[in-house]
């Protein structure tokens, strides 16, 4: 009798492995993903989730107005962090991994000079995006990717590449069922947060709104105007323009001024008594000092004064100055006697071609406009 018991007992414990193992088979074996699986999925407004786009904006839009943003971010990452994914814990381990890299490329973007407090000024704004593309970990890093399964099939997963690289499923070897990598309703809880952290960064922050793209594409023309018609600049006066004029802070567009430093100006010389044809001759003006402003709402124009040393064949090295007045074009007056009339000087920016582009200048211009492209 104890026999047949026992012989009884063990039959319903194999059964119950069997149906508890088949029952594990049927959730994770289907016939194509679901939804959730696929890129273009958005969730229902159904959801109850903390991290559901609509109760993240009604728990944190205070907070995200008063600047919190690191802190709104570390509060989602430590709630994801409280889920239990059980036997998927491996896969959960990776994304709270690059998280935690997301999170620390948020910290170390708020302390960007420029910077200060909330992000309610638009170039506060750039200045943050442009910091986290410069650390290469941008939204884009926690977005759904087309990886290749160990069989070579395209299947969707996340951070392709790295040492946390996710499959969210596989095709099994007869090709007509896949087996899912985590379950619908981790998906489900990781997609949603990923949801919540681009509402964070792109709807709050409004980077993409249509008033800041046009601020981007006004400091791209501003940028254009001062380095491809700006008032050129030699080898030297580029050096010294880098280290002695800093990039806007509050601003992504370019300085409005520069210095003018031993500057090459060719052009023409004539008196002021007459216009003798052989009082009129050519003459080299080095420009020692003087400085440029750049005006317009687009710096489109710009205007300066500098002072001059002239040189010419017929007659002593002689002092003056040339104001530009003009984007290309210079007026100066020459003293080549102090007993005599000075002469006036006339010439336009023959070295505009020539010119030279300070690097961080550069580096700045590129910078506004990737973000553009984005």
């Known amino acids: 009798m104890m026999q047949l018991r026992f012989f009884s007992l063990v039959l319903c414990s194999l059964g119950a492995l069997f149906l508890g193992t088949a029952a594990f088979a049927d959730e994770i074996l289907v016939d194509e993903p679901p939804d959730e699986f696929n890129e273009d999925w958005a969730p229902g407004e ?182 491809d018609k700006g008032y050129s600049m030699m080898p030297w006066e580029s050096y010294l323009n880098g280290r002695w004029i800093d990039l806007p802070k509050r601003d992504f567009g370019p300085p409005d001024h520069q210095w003018i430093v031993m500057h090459p100006t060719l052009g023409l010389e004539l008196s002021v008594d007459d216009l003798d044809e052989s009082r009129v001759k050519e003459a080299l003006h080095i420009e020692a000092i003087g400085h440029i402003w750049y005006r317009g709402r687009q710096l489109e124009d710009y205007a300066g004064i500098s002072g001059t040393i002239s040189f010419r064949e017929d007659l002593d090295p002689g002092v003056g100055m040339i104001v530009h007045f003009k984007r290309n074009w210079n007026l100066g007056l020459t003293w080549h006697d102090v007993d005599e009339d000075p002469f006036l000087f006339f010439s336009v920016d023959l070295f505009n071609f020539a010119k030279q582009e300070i690097p961080k200048y550069k580096e700045r211009y590129n910078g506004v406009k990737a973000m553009i492209e984005q």
């Open 46 to 227: 159904e959801s109850t989730s903390p991290f559901h786009r609509q109760r993240f904006g009604d728990s944190y839009l205070e907070r995200i107005e008063n600047g919190q943003i690191f802190d709104v971010a570390s509060e989602m990452i430590s709630l994801f962090d409280a889920l239990d994914w059980g036997e998927h814990e491996t896969q959960q381990q990776k994304i709270l991994n690059q998280l935690q890299r997301f999170r620390g490329a948020i910290r170390i973007a708020l302390e960007t000079p420029g910077i200060e407090g909330p992000l309610d000024l638009k170039a506060e704004q750039n200045i943050f995006i442009a910091e986290l593309n410069q650390q290469k970990f941008g939204l884009h890093s926690l977005q759904m990717e087309t990886i290749a399964d160990a069989s070579g099939e395209d299947v969707t997963g996340y951070f392709k590449g790295t040492s946390d690289e996710i499959l969210l499923y596989e095709w099994v070897e007869d090709g007509d069922k896949v087996r899912l990598l985590l379950t619908t309703e981790q998906l489900r809880q990781w997609r949603l947060l990923e949801n919540a952290l681009s509402n964070l960064i792109n709807d709050q922050v409004k980077l993409v709104s249509a008033a800041n793209i046009m601020e981007l594409k006004n400091a791209v023309e501003r940028w254009e105007n001062v380095l």
